[in-house]
């Protein structure tokens, strides 16, 4: 292969994937993740938590049995962003090697996995909400992110939210902005990286 066709062929491979990544990344986050993991994977606290819906301990107090075991809210976000990434990573590979493969190129499996773990461990860090806050504040995006927020519509009597609530990081707000750029550019390296191991394996067409 000559190192021309090579460059190519790289150049290819990386527009490839990072169009897959960026644009599988949306319907992963918007379609494929459930409401509850939405809301709560961003959970911190050592307060306890019901493990069955996430609410706290304080508030119903009396719940015994299955309905009365607890976690800490740390706990109980981890366990919410693992749920969505395992859900996110899922679609992304087979994605991934359904447009891959309907290509007629075949990555190989540790250049997929290299590129998929890339993508879902920061994906995880990512949506645990205090490293990007922390990032967002290097990068002097505190006031962005105070400035652009949504009011949410208030709900009837008895519904969680009588009154409207101001949103900080959902869909709409400077937060969730810095969300989906970060993953994107993220998923830009993990092309790179996916498509690098791939030619120095040769990927097989």
């Known amino acids: 292969m000559s190192d021309r066709f090579r460059a190519i062929e790289g150049l290819a491979l990386v527009a490839a994937l990072t169009s897959v990544f960026g644009e599988i990344h949306p ?59 395992a859900s996110y990573t899922a679609v992304q590979l087979a994605t991934t ?7 007629g190129y075949r990555v190989p499996v540790s250049a997929l996995l290299t590129g998929a773990a890339i993508n879902a461990i920061t994906h995880g860090v990512i ?6 806050l922390w990032l967002a504040e290097k990068a002097g995006k505190t006031g962005y992110i105070k400035h652009a927020t949504v009011v949410r519509k208030a709900g009837g009597e008895g519904t969680e939210y009588p009154e409207p609530v101001q949103d900080v990081s959902g869909p709409g707000t400077a937060l969730m902005e810095i969300d989906q750029a970060v993953h994107r ?12 191991i791939t030619l120095r394996k040769g990927g097989r067409r």
Do not use: I
């Open 27 to 85: 319907f992963c986050d918007q379609v494929v993740q459930n409401s509850h993991d939405a809301s709560t994977k961003g959970m911190h606290g050592s307060h306890l938590v019901y493990v069955n819906d996430g609410s706290p301990v304080e508030e119903n107090p009396w719940r015994t049995g299955k309905e009365g075991r607890t976690c800490t809210a740390s706990a109980y976000g981890r366990r919410s962003v693992t749920r969505h990434v």
């Open 185 to 196: 550019a993220v998923g830009v390296a993990a092309a790179l990286v996916t498509a690098w």
């Open 127 to 132: 949506d645990r909400r205090d490293p990007l």
């Open 97 to 103: 090697v359904a447009v891959t493969r309907t290509l």
